[in-house]
């Protein structure tokens, strides 16, 4: 399964971003094979709004089906859903705990989002 996991950097060893939409990077990781990519959440970094979505959008067109970040706010939290990706909140670590993390169950699925939009 891919998982997509924000992140402030592009290594495996690189904290995690604790936002959603306007994470740095979202690592993109096969929990089967352990492969892994970064990619660049440039564009909505700096988003006046919409970046939840658009970041949402980008995830599902990764192929993710599941996303573990810090927070996800209730616009991408929609997206993510209809888009039939699952939420799991991951407070801090680097992108290979939330790796191990996910894979061991110690994960759980959100049911809502935890953060209201356009925090910074």
């Known amino acids: ?5 924000t992140s ?3 290594e495996m060893s690189s904290n995690m ?8 990077y979202f690592m993109v990781v096969d929990t089967e094979s352990n492969e892994w990519a970064a990619h660049d959440n440039a564009q909505n970094l700096n988003a006046a709004q919409g970046a939840g ?5 980008t995830v599902a067109g990764l192929g993710a ?6 927070n996800v706010g209730p616009k991408a939290f929609r997206i ?4 039939g990706i699952k939420v799991y909140l991951c407070g801090e670590g680097t992108v290979a705990d939330a790796v191990r993390r996910f ?7 959100a049911p809502a989002a935890n953060v209201e ?3 910074a």
């Open 8 to 10: 402030t950097d592009k």
């Open 80 to 83: 993510l859903n209809a888009a």
């Open 17 to 24: 971003d604790p936002r959603f939409g306007r994470a740095k």
């Open 53 to 57: 979505i658009q970041a949402g959008e």
């Open 103 to 109: 894979k061991a169950g110690e994960l759980k699925e």
């Open 65 to 70: 089906k599941a996303v573990v970040s810090g």
């Open 1 to 5: 399964m891919k998982i997509a996991i």
């Open 117 to 119: 939009g356009h925090w």
